[in-house]
């Protein structure tokens, strides 16, 4: 049974908006991350200006990968895919504007904040609460409209794209809400309500789901649309695709503890997150070949269409970043790539392979055909492709290089028990890779602009006031489903196919973080750890406003090797009261997890005023306004009684008398720094209060009444004596 | 309340529940797909995007 005939137009305005914003800040992401690729092979790149340094313009650069370019290509083909399977007009006009405009001012948001240094250092999720709410009202609106437009479509059946697209809705709203829970302590600074280990756990099963579910699925989505429309051809297994679907709705969910292997995250969250990481490998190859095998009997398009040229490529880089995901989550893989460049090569062959050349695919089938016109130049879209495809495999390549360089070179363990190499010198011998890296990145980047070039000539040659074309389709008239197999009529029901897609995201993440929220069940008895004092916490948050975690971590793994270098493995007890974790990701520097007391005051100071003065060949930038900005001291009385709030366990005299305890202590390490040398007046600076948070790191926690401080006193000898031997041993 | 549900995941036979429940739902899901009977319509949803206006 059919409705009446209706005729309708489709909103391409709409696409066409979002296309532009793709290619804007595509630009943006780009160049920044070309800038931060640059200030690893000269730290002289940020020009001296504190928002321009690496540890602020990398989460500038991310967040612009991710949601600016990334995003605006989702939402441009989601908006054009969509109306199209589902023969409907969006919803609401209105409301896709206020979709546009709202996360076009969250982006202008973004980079203007973080720059500034508002950041809650959680990776991808490094945005202040006020643009949190931001963003999920936009969310919300963006889903609205969305789940409206299905409510009223004309095709009854829905097709697998519309799948990946809900999944999409529904996972990255709950992933953003709950990673998102904080205290807002001023207008942009929040203390997140989870801590130490439990803040690890929400964050990477946030930021492993933010890359399956914003830069995985929606992206499936599209290129189980735009491959069989640019071959002409259906996809080459539907029912492989639903396989797909189910599996990575079902597996995805739980991996992501495959970014703490080896850390103090207890054993089986470890081993659930690697397990579960192994599965995806059967899914994500499934979903690859369904891909590439579309073009069974028609491969000589991949010789002649530039579009299928990225696409196909495209989906292979889908193939490779997902075999390498897996490979990397076994922990004794992880062991030797986990804090490398190995993983920003990964990252790397997901966004600029996967996502970029997918993204530029799309484009370039969607605007000439909104246009009503071929694209200007079939052979710059070529040249583009190969620009890009040389830019992104050297950048991969040369990474992975340093990647498993440095890994193997941190792990060489000399007879005398001792590192064989300063950390340093692990850096040092890499830096050519830098080199070759930035050059990768800059080939992309040249991609982009002769696609920049042949999309405005395009706009040029179109002709002017583009109608929309009307088209028509029966109406769906609701049925009574007898004589129907059940499943059709389950099929039809998007309501109750997306509560159960929903339901299997929402069952592993809470059997996943549910236990940890016990986190005191992990932490012998025995064991005391104090919480920051108030200058310490007062470092602590310039530590996480300067973005210090994007190049040191503060957890020593479970292996020899990193005992060696820098003590004892990490605990759950050190970072029980940190709010967020600092665990970090990435060791361009040292970590720092038992820093404290390794080096007097003095060194730190000079070593943020000048970081080559006490580490010879340093790459670090120098920090030199942390010695003349001032501390706000009466403010650190609402942090603690925040802290407090979220379970830090302060007496009322530490919150209300929190600015004089913290005057004190400064004075303190001022009067010390001046009787070495460094100049009057430090003592309300923030340098102060950041190397009181330095020099506290790892002293925190003990084990009845005697001071452990992590390291067995053997160890903490090794290192003392290794730091003395030479000037760059200081890094070490 | 948090505790005793953490003192769940010792005990083996929910976990062997969920296993079933993993199991079960994978199994039905590859029986439905590829039930002969859902050939054809499998074939009509795979031309959805061919059938979409080329615009």
């Known amino acids: 049974m059919e409705g009446k005939l209706e005729s309708f137009k489709y909103d391409d305005k709409i696409v066409r908006m979002f296309l532009i914003a793709t290619m804007v800040w595509a630009g943006t992401a780009f160049l920044v991350g070309l800038l931060a690729a640059l200030q690893m092979a000269f730290w002289q790149l940020n020009f001296n200006l504190e928002w321009l340094t690496f540890s602020r313009i990398r989460p500038l650069h991310t967040n612009a990968a991710i949601f600016a370019f990334a995003g605006n290509a989702i939402f441009a083909g989601i908006y054009h895919s969509s109306q199209r399977l589902l023969k409907t007009r969006m919803w609401s006009d209105k409301i896709s504007r206020i979709h546009f405009w709202g996360w076009q001012s969250i982006i202008l948001a973004a980079a203007v904040t973080l720059p500034l240094g508002f950041s809650q250092s959680k990776e991808y999720a490094e945005l202040e609460w006020p643009i949190d709410l931001m963003i999920t009202v936009v969310w919300v609106i963006f889903g609205i409209n969305f789940f409206a437009t299905l409510a009223k479509r004309r095709e009854k059946h829905i097709y697998v794209s519309i799948w990946f697209y809900i999944a999409t809705i529904l996972t990255v709203g709950l992933l953003h809400v709950v990673n998102s829970i904080e205290i807002p302590v001023s207008f942009l600074q929040s203390y997140p309500v989870y801590a130490g280990i439990q803040d690890a756990l929400v964050q990477w099963w946030y930021g492993h789901n933010a890359v399956a579910f914003f830069l995985t699925t929606p992206f499936l989505g599209l290129m189980y649309y735009y491959i069989p429309k640019a071959a002409g051809r259906p996809i080459y297994s539907y029912r492989l695709s639903i396989v797909h679907f189910w599996s990575l709705v079902f597996i995805y969910i739980w991996a992501g503890p495959h970014h703490l292997l080896n850390t103090s995250l207890p054993e089986w969250a470890q081993t659930l997150g690697m397990v579960f990481s192994l599965m995806l490998w059967a899914p994500s190859w499934g979903g690859m070949i369904n891909g590439l095998l579309t073009l069974r009997g028609a491969w000589h398009l991949l010789r002649e269409e530039p579009i299928i040229k990225f696409l196909i490529a495209a989906v292979t880089f889908y193939g490779m970043s997902t075999f390498e995901g897996p490979l990397l989550s076994i922990k004794s893989v992880s062991l030797l790539a986990h804090y490398t460049d190995w993983i920003i090569g990964h990252v790397h062959s997901g966004a600029l392979g996967w996502n970029g050349l997918l993204t530029f695919g799309m484009v370039y089938y969607i605007l000439p055909k909104l246009l009503q016109t071929e694209m200007y130049s079939k052979k710059l879209m070529n040249y583009h492709f190969w620009v890009a495809l040389i830019g992104v495999l050297t950048y991969y390549i040369s990474m992975v290089s340093a990647g498993i360089t440095q890994g193997l070179m941190w792990k060489e363990i000399g007879e005398n028990g001792y590192p064989v190499y300063e950390f340093v010198e692990t850096v040092m011998n890499i830096m050519p890779l830098y080199y070759v890296r930035a050059f990768g990145g800059l080939l992309y980047i040249a991609g982009y602009l002769i696609m920049v070039y042949n999309v405005i000539k395009t706009f040029q040659k179109a002709p002017k006031n583009v109608e929309e074309k009307t088209y028509q389709a029966y109406a769906l008239v609701p049925t009574s489903s007898e004589g129907e197999a059940p499943h059709r009529r389950l099929e039809g029901m998007a309501g109750l196919f997306s509560v159960l897609a929903f339901l299997a995201v929402l069952v592993g993440s809470v059997i996943e973080i549910v236990p940890t929220l016990s986190i005191h069940k992990y932490v012998p008895q025995d064991v005391k750890t104090l919480p920051f004092t108030a200058l310490e916490q007062e470092g602590r948050d310039i530590y996480v406003k300067e973005g210090c975690y994007v190049c040191h971590s503060q957890q020593i793994l479970k292996h020899e090797s990193d005992y060696a270098r820098y003590g004892a493995a990490s605990t759950i007890a050190e970072s029980m009261y940190d709010h967020p974790f600092q665990w970090g990701s990435k060791r361009t520097g040292p970590d720092l997890a038992r820093v404290g007391k390794k080096y007097d005051h003095m060194w730190h100071y000079s070593h943020m005023i000048d970081p080559r003065s006490m580490v010879d060949k340093s790459i670090m930038p120098p920090y030199p306004w942390l010695a003349e900005k001032k501390v706000d001291f009466m403010h650190i009385r609402k942090k603690l009684s925040v802290l407090k709030q979220l379970g830090v366990p302060y007496s009322d005299d530490e919150v209300g008398n929190a600015d004089k305890h913290a005057e004190e202590q400064a004075k303190e390490i001022a009067a010390f720094l001046e009787e070495k040398g460094a100049p009057k007046g430090l003592e309300n600076k923030q340098i102060v209060a950041l190397i009181a948070y330095l020099q506290a790191l790892g002293q925190k926690t003990s084990v009845g009444s005697s001071d452990v401080s992590g390291a067995p006193a053997e160890s903490s000898e090794v290192v003392q004596s290794g730091s003395s031997n030479t000037k760059s041993g200081g890094e070490e | ?55």
């Open chain 2, 1 to 55: 309340m948090k505790q005793e549900a953490f003192s769940y995941f010792t005990m083996g036979y929910l976990n062997v529940i969920a296993m079933l429940i993993f199991m079960a739902v994978f199994f039905g899901t590859i029986v439905w797909i590829f039930k002969k009977s859902n050939r054809k319509h499998f074939k009509d949803l795979s031309e959805l995007p061919l059938k979409s206006e080329d615009n």
